[in-house]
């Protein structure tokens, strides 16, 4: 215990200096006896394991340092970098990154640049991050000092060009000009303009520098607020511009009257047929003789037949040739109509163009000889649709938003038109003269629809009312308006008579009846599809099985009239599908319009 104790009480370094000479003890005795085996002998000397030194510290290039000493070039000549490789053990300088390529280059071989990074034919240029006022000052002053500011720079002070330039004008740019600088120059205007005032004051000191008609009076007070305006009694106005004066009181008149300055467009048409007549000297727009209704059922269609697309613009609406529909009529935002053939050869008859901007409404005569078109340019024109010719215009300065017909053959002659200054006016075609007004509404007449045995009509308006009018007679005689309504700007006639479908912009169809109460039916409502907003065209069947109407969406619904459920929906176009028609004979056949300038027809 004492032996213990005292080797407790021994400091570190001693305990150290004994183990040190034991192992120089062992290490000077000989081999030649084997070591004691007993457990005093193994405790009096422990062993002692040796383990490798660690270092956290990166292998350095010895060989390589040693060289970069000795000779700083001797990397770029002994250790070229391999322009493919992506990683380098050690920093290079800009001479050894920008030096060329060994050996020949490889025909066909990429320089490792991304084809998407590449947007310049030298490779990828990133654009500098400079202000355009900094960069024309720089700019401008370059061409006029021969110094400017090096972008490259990493501080501002380093310029580039004269620099003895630099220096004399202490580095001064065209937008920073001192102020000593500043004062020098007006003086210098100022000067200048007191040289020239001297020089028109000589010139001005004739004989007629009193009188203020003259030239030499306006020179020498060329300062006052009439400078360059010759006073006196004006002299007589020449014929042209008498001519000028009268044309200026002409268009302020019309003006004044409610028309305004409208563009005249030269009315010219275009028949892209072989011929107008045939054989027999029948026209084109003669109905074939095997056109006729094969059967009294309707049905659904269900693929896509074919597609006219010869409108630059959207199309705004379309209407099959009466009673036959062997052509087809549709009206352009592109400010032209145009007819298709739509049994034989499915191309474009006839271009008709008049309007001087986009066509609204277009709608055809009984017999098909004759069709109306309305414009956004004010103007209402009747047009004969074998030859093209425009046999009359009709306007009273506002945009006619639909146009129709008078139904009976008798009073063919009639023309309605829904006005946007809340008018319908009603024309006689064969005077020119306006014979009618009908002003009761409160916002642009969208609609006009003829019933009960076209004694009357119904009108839908923006004001989301309809009104019943009795034909000839300004009195309303039957309004309804209802605080859910919303505006109707399409309204269909059942094939039966008894029913008005109205395209209600609240994403629903709803039915009137045409007797005397002209009451809601609540029972038939369609709904489903999306038209809120867009003046989307609603009709029927011929046989009145179904009611069809296009959508916002591009689609053309199709519901069953008796249930009100939705029997199809055809995707028709990109965009907004404007108006649908059904075929008059071909009883599973459509055409649809819509805002990409297509339409499409349907079986």
């Known amino acids: 215990m004492d032996l213990l104790r005292s080797y407790i009480e021994r400091s570190d370094d001693e305990r150290e200096d004994d183990v040190s000479e034991s192992k120089s003890l062992q290490l000077k005795q000989k081999p030649s006896s084997t070591p004691p085996s007993s457990p005093d002998s193994s405790s009096s000397s422990p062993l002692r394991i040796s383990l490798p030194s660690k270092t956290s510290a990166p292998k350095v290039d010895d060989t390589l340092l040693a060289l970069t000493a000795a ?31 060994y050996g020949p280059a490889h025909p066909y071989a990429k320089d490792g640049l991304a084809q998407g990074m590449r947007n310049h034919k030298l490779g990828f240029v990133e654009s500098a991050a400079i202000h355009p006022f900094l960069f024309d000052e720089q700019y401008n002053t370059f061409h006029k000092y021969g110094y400017a500011a090096d972008p490259s720079a990493p501080s501002g002070v380093n310029y580039v060009g004269d620099l003895d330039a630099l220096q004399k004008n202490d580095a001064v740019s065209v937008y920073n000009i001192p102020q000593h600088e500043q004062k020098k120059r007006r003086l210098e205007q100022k000067a200048s303009k007191n040289e020239d005032e001297e020089e028109a004051d000589v010139e001005a000191s004739g004989p007629d520098a009193e009188n203020p008609a003259s030239e030499e009076w306006l020179k020498k007070n060329r300062k006052s607020p009439w400078a360059g305006k010759k006073e006196g009694l004006q002299a007589e106005l020449t014929e042209e511009q008498k001519k000028y004066a009268e044309e200026y009181a002409e268009k302020k008149a019309e003006k004044e009257k409610g028309g305004a ?3 005249e467009v030269a009315d010219k ?36 037949v074919h597609t006219w697309s010869g409108h630059t613009k959207g199309v705004s609406a ?44 277009i709608s055809f ?63 006689d075609m064969n005077s020119g003269e306006i014979t009618q007004e009908y002003d009761q509404h409160l916002g642009a007449v969208n609609t006009i629809t003829f019933v009960d045995n076209n004694r ?18 300004p009195v309303v005689i039957k309004y309804i308006s209802e ?11 059942h094939p039966n008579s008894n029913w008005l479908a109205a395209q209600s912009l609240d994403n629903q169809i709803l039915i009137y009846s045409t007797r005397e109460r002209f009451q809601l039916n609540k029972k038939k409502r369609f709904a489903g599809h999306i038209a809120a907003g867009y003046a989307c065209q609603v009709n029927f069947s011929p046989d009145g099985r179904f009611v069809m109407s296009g959508d916002g969406e591009g689609k053309c619904w199709f519901w069953d009239w008796k249930s009100c459920k939705v029997f199809r929906t055809l995707k028709c176009h990109e ?10 004979l071909e009883q599973s056949k459509v055409a649809t319009c819509g805002w990409d300038g297509m339409i499409k027809y349907w079986d």
């Not at 859910?484 to 006639?493: D, E, R, V």
Request: glycine share 6%; aromatic share 10%; charged share 25%.
């Open 71 to 101: 000779d700083p070039d001797a990397r770029n000549l002994h250790n070229p970098i391999d322009p493919v490789q992506h990683v380098v053990s050690f920093n290079p300088t800009y001479d050894q990154l920008w030096a060329p390529i």
């Open 261 to 263: 300055e409208r563009v």
């Open 269 to 304: 048409t275009t028949f892209h047929g072989k011929e107008e007549r045939d054989y027999q000297g029948r026209s084109w727009i003669a109905p074939p003789k095997d056109a006729k209704a094969t059967n009294d059922h309707c049905y659904i269609p269900k693929r896509w």
């Open 318 to 361: 379309i209407r099959f040739f009466p009673k036959h529909g062997h052509l087809l009529l549709s009206a352009g935002m592109d400010t032209k109509i145009k007819i298709w053939d739509v049994f034989n050869s499915g191309k474009c008859m006839r271009t008709y163009m008049g309007h001087s901007k986009a066509v609204r409404d």
């Open 365 to 427: 005569s009984n017999d098909g000889t004759k069709f109306l078109s309305a414009g956004y340019d004010k103007n209402i024109k009747l047009w004969d649709t074998e030859t093209g010719k425009v046999i009359s215009t009709f306007s009273t300065g506002k945009i006619p938003y639909v146009v129709k017909l008078n139904p009976d053959d008798e009073k063919q002659n009639i023309l309605l038109a829904g006005m946007s200054d809340k008018k319908i006016v009603q024309w």
């Open 456 to 473: 009357r009509f119904v009108t839908s308006s923006d004001d989301k009312s309809l009104r019943v009018w009795e034909f000839g007679i």
């Open 483 to 493: 605080p859910h309504m919303h505006s109707m700007p399409s309204i269909s006639l």
């Open 575 to 584: 965009g907004v599908c404007i108006g649908c028609e059904w075929h008059p």
